[in-house]
């Protein structure tokens, strides 16, 4: 019971995570999520949630070759409309004993399906199309206990919609009647009907109709059971009957192979007993099946968000990158130097301490000296211009990169449009408005993780070194200079790493603290210049996404987690059908 308890709670979870059929790309795969949440609904949970005294048998066919009138016979009064045009049914009809639709058998139809009882005395509207999943349901006592039979529209209607009502009622019975006839045996068509609707192993028998000799039949019959892949579990002929034709009596059947009657086998508790429960093995596998299939689809759609989110943000870190470059604060180096040699010298630190005040008196002096000569400094700063032009550049070049993803898109129209507007005209538009990012390029997170970087660079690089002293010593000259005269390095040409560093500062400063660096090893700078360049270009990249592309990228975020979820939910239920039909091979 735990297991039972512990199946039917993974099927509904897989039920719960499985897409609507059209968000698949490929029809396939559409189909069999159609056919699988049928499955789910109308058979197995409803099943599993506790077995009814009820034979579910359906007939199908092609058209025109004696459905109804088959349904008629088996139930023993014509309900059917059975005329010789044929195509008649496009909705599925079901006959049943009144006692059926009472108590626990009533609730059990209901839970599978959109049950609507026929008034006696009144013709059912099957000739008029419906949705999916809808029975009609005539309550007759000459139909024997225990049996619902069941008249399907023709799977190979002109109409796409008859093939989804008896697909979506076939997965649900316990047994199929399948009708053939000379003429369609071996239509490639009806195989492949048959062929999907049998599954796994689901128990079903075949009638051929208009038999006018035995071993033709046969020959025919053997035919189509070798074609589907699985022999039938019993078959019958119907010779031609000119009086069934006319109405004057029922259509009459003969069992092949010493096999029982239609109606025994149909009747009997322990042909039925049979039928339950190789119908309920069938469907289990064929719902594992069906489950690793669209586990294995739910991961290719998976993919393609998920590869183009990861571009979309690779590309993103690389312009915030490129712009982070374009001012690497090197007060905050000069700080650290001067922070960790202090650590490491008491006597160094005391000389060094009416240098202190020197240095701030400097940047007072210095700011105002240069003000007299450039006037007020402007309202932006240069490095923060060039900043935002290179984010709005790099902006550029990833909408036309990406805008090629439009066209390639596969998927559902809604994530084409947005990403229609993310790699077009409003993109570009939005770009000629201000960023708003000035609180960005004094990011004190960055700046304090740079510090940090930059403590334990210095530690490791002085470590065992015999040029301790000759720092320590040059530290002092390195206090009169104010780290602010050295705020800002930038990225001239070349790249991360090569001379074309610049550190800006005074004509005195400059030289100064780029001696001072040197001391430390020929690439500090690189280094300090990449720890940068990653960790406030990454603080960029998210301001970028924020401003221009969170909702493609939050819509891309849910597809790629949604369909992941549905491969785990599926590929995990299918493991326990698994080892469900290991342990259990008869439920």
Known sequence: MTSLIALRAALESSLDALPAPERFIHGEDAD??????????????????GEAPLLLVAIAGPNNVGKSTLFNSLIGMSLS???????????CLAAANPETWTGELRDFLIRRYDILPVPPGTEAPVDQPGPAGRLYLVLESAVPRGLLVMDTPDFDSVYRDNRDRTEALLVTVDVLVFVV???????????????????????YLLIYNEATREEVARGHLDKLAADVGQPPLARFLAPHQP?????QRPLATYPLDDKPA????????????????????ASLADARAEMEALGHAARES??????????????LLAVGRSAALKGVPADVLVDAFRDELDARSSFHRYVRLPFRALASALTFVSRKVRQSFTGPT???????HATDETLRDGVRRLVEVLSPEVAAWRGDGATRALLTE????????????PLGFDALHVHAADRESLYTFCRQLVGTELQGSMREELIQALTTLVYSVPSGAAAVATVATGGMGHDAIIWAGTLLSTPLLERFVDLLGADVRARVTQRWAEAHGATLAQALEKRFFAEVLIHLDTQAADWLHTAHALEDTARKLTQESASSPSH
Request: proline share 6%.
């Open 81 to 91: 409309p059975a005329r010789p045009e044929g195509g008649l049914t496009k909705q």
């Open 32 to 49: 069999r999520a159609r056919r699988l949440s049928e499955r789910l609904r109308r058979d197995l949970l409803p099943r599993l949630g």
């Open 181 to 203: 006839s000379r003429q369609t045996y071996q239509n490639a068509a009806l195989v492949d009907f048959l062929r999907a609707a049998v599954g796994r192993g689901r128990p």
């Open 378 to 384: 402007p309202a932006e700063a240069p490095v923060l």
């Open 262 to 281: 239609l109606s025994v086998l149909l009747g009997q508790a322990e042909h039925v007993r049979e039928l339950k429960s190789r119908a309920l093995a």
């Open 422 to 433: 993310a790699f077009g005209a409003g993109t570009l538009n939005r770009l000629e408005e």
């Open 302 to 315: 998976a993919h393609e968000p998920e590869r183009l989110r990861q571009r979309l943000r690779h590309e």
């Open 243 to 247: 009086e069934v034709e006319t109405g």
